[in-house]
């Protein structure tokens, strides 16, 4: 049953991810692009997702659990540190430079060839550099444990 | 401005984005981070949720696929400078992990719960998205 939710999930996620524009790189940057010709699309996008994930979200404070019984995620995390600015910096720069977000990396994948696959490369690489970083200096805190448990 | 009918594209595909993270929520009782299912479906594979980060990943890579085939052309606009998807990939890479989460995760899923610590992530990823943009194409001068 996880499996079939995360395959219908999955598979829901990456249409919409074409279909919206979202994993058009072009498209991406012409919406960062506020000096440029800006393309509003994205706004429509975020503004899309976010309003069945509301739903959810208050949806989840009625139920005890997940459908197939497992834990749902608990409050979410309050940490407003150095951490989060500089990772969430460091991520839109490098963002505005191929227009690629992780979310987009599978999607674009299907049709974006060699290019796309390299940006995935490097993006594996950066998080598995930053990921065995933060564990050797014990970066993960208690609570970014608890965030990295509920994502689980 | 490029406004056409890709607003309603932009809506209704995000529509879905939003629904397949509801679905996945209420269903799997698991956030829709996509760098947290990126990581984890690579570092995690003996674990059951690693296998399930991946089959979320590989049905997503079938869907577009499919919406691939079915609207043609569909379009893939990307750079091929080497040196520009190389350090973009890495520094997208590092700063999602540090961050714990990207435009899904912090953007979508955070947002959506009235996540202070989301709404910073995002303010800060997308700020720094435009200045990146700008700085590349109106200052360098370089349109990659």
Redesign the interface.
């Known amino acids: 049953m996880r499996y079939l939710i995360a395959l219908v999930s999955g598979a829901v996620f990456g249409v919409g991810m074409m279909v919206s524009g979202m994993a058009n790189p072009a498209r991406v940057i012409g919406f960062f692009d506020v000096a440029g010709a800006w393309d509003p699309t994205l706004a429509f996008v975020m503004a899309g997702a976010m309003l069945p994930m509301a739903f959810a979200w208050v949806l989840r404070a009625r139920v005890k659990t997940s459908l197939v019984g497992d834990a749902l995620p608990g409050p979410a995390l309050q940490t407003i540190d150095l951490r989060l600015f500089g990772g969430s910096a460091l991520f839109g720069l490098g963002w505005g430079v191929a227009g690629i977000c992780p979310g987009a990396v599978v999607p674009a994948l299907s049709v974006g060839g060699w290019p796309v696959a390299l940006f995935a490369g490097a993006m594996l690489v950066g998080m598995l550099i930053a990921r065995i970083v933060l564990n050797k200096i014990g970066g993960v805190s208690a609570a970014h444990a608890v965030e990295l448990n509920a994502s689980r | 401005?490029?406004?056409d009918t890709?607003?309603?594209?932009?809506?209704?595909?995000?529509?879905?984005?939003?629904?397949?993270?509801?679905?996945?929520?209420?269903?799997?009782?698991?956030?829709?981070?996509?760098?947290?299912?990126?990581?984890?479906s690579?570092?995690?594979v003996n674990?059951?949720?690693g296998?399930?980060?991946a089959?979320?990943?590989?049905?997503?890579?079938?869907?577009?696929?499919?919406?691939?085939a079915w609207?043609q052309p569909?379009?893939?606009?990307?750079?091929?400078s080497?040196i520009?998807?190389?350090?973009?990939?890495?520094?997208?890479?590092?700063?999602?992990?540090?961050?714990?989460g990207?435009?899904?995760?912090?953007?979508?899923?955070?947002?959506?719960?009235l996540?202070?610590?989301?709404l910073?992530?995002?303010l800060?990823?997308?700020?720094?998205?435009?200045?990146?943009?700008?700085l590349?194409?109106?200052v360098v001068g370089v349109s990659?």
Do not use: K, Q
Not at chain 2, 74 to 80: P, R, S, W
Not at chain 2, 124 to 134: D, E, H, K, N, R
């Open positions: 401005m490029v406004f890709a607003w309603l594209h932009g809506l209704g595909g995000g529509l879905l984005i939003g629904l397949a993270s509801a679905l996945f929520l209420l269903g799997n009782g698991r956030i829709a981070g996509m760098s947290g299912i990126t990581l984890s690579v570092t995690n674990t059951r949720a296998r399930v980060s089959t979320f990943l590989l049905a997503a890579f079938a869907g577009a696929l499919a919406v691939a609207l569909i379009a893939i606009e990307v750079t091929d080497v520009a998807l190389v350090a973009s990939g890495v520094m997208v890479g590092i700063g999602v992990t540090l961050a714990n990207c435009t899904s995760g912090h953007g979508v899923c955070g947002l959506s719960r996540s202070l610590r989301s910073a992530a995002t800060t990823f997308m700020g720094a998205a435009a200045l990146s943009v700008f590349l194409r109106h990659l």
